[in-house]
């Protein structure tokens, strides 16, 4: 998620708890009502910021362990890759050891 998005979500957030707090205070109810009903809207403010941190937290958590495993997957590749490469070089130089090898026996004669 963007931080602009996490913002945005966090301005609506803030905007609808502003919006509900000045409803209430403006409604015609009993204090006890009016408090009763301010504490419902924090706690349900609360769960909500809750919630949506749990929902970023495991965001994060999978998209590092996407990275994590697609770092160690190229770790991978480059190493059996320079395997591979490894075994050509030693091939050629097995080979042109051999060359070396019949071309010293023929000046040798």
């Known amino acids: 998620m963007s931080e602009n ?4 979500v966090l301005a609506l957030l803030a905007g609808a708890a ?10 015609p109810d009993k204090g006890s009502e009016t408090r009763r009903k301010i504490k419902e809207g924090i706690d349900h403010g609360k769960e909500n910021l809750q919630h949506r941190f749990s929902e970023v937290t495991e965001n994060i958590k999978s998209r590092f362990s996407r990275a994590k495993m697609d770092f160690e997957s190229e770790i991978d590749h480059l190493l059996s ?11 050629a130089l097995e080979k042109k050891l051999a060359e070396l090898k019949k071309l010293a026996e023929t000046t040798k004669n």
């Open 18 to 27: 502003i919006g509900a707090g000045l409803g209430i205070l403006f409604a």
């Open 81 to 91: 890759h320079s395997d591979h490469k490894k075994e050509e070089v030693i091939e």
């Open 5 to 8: 998005t996490g913002k945005t």
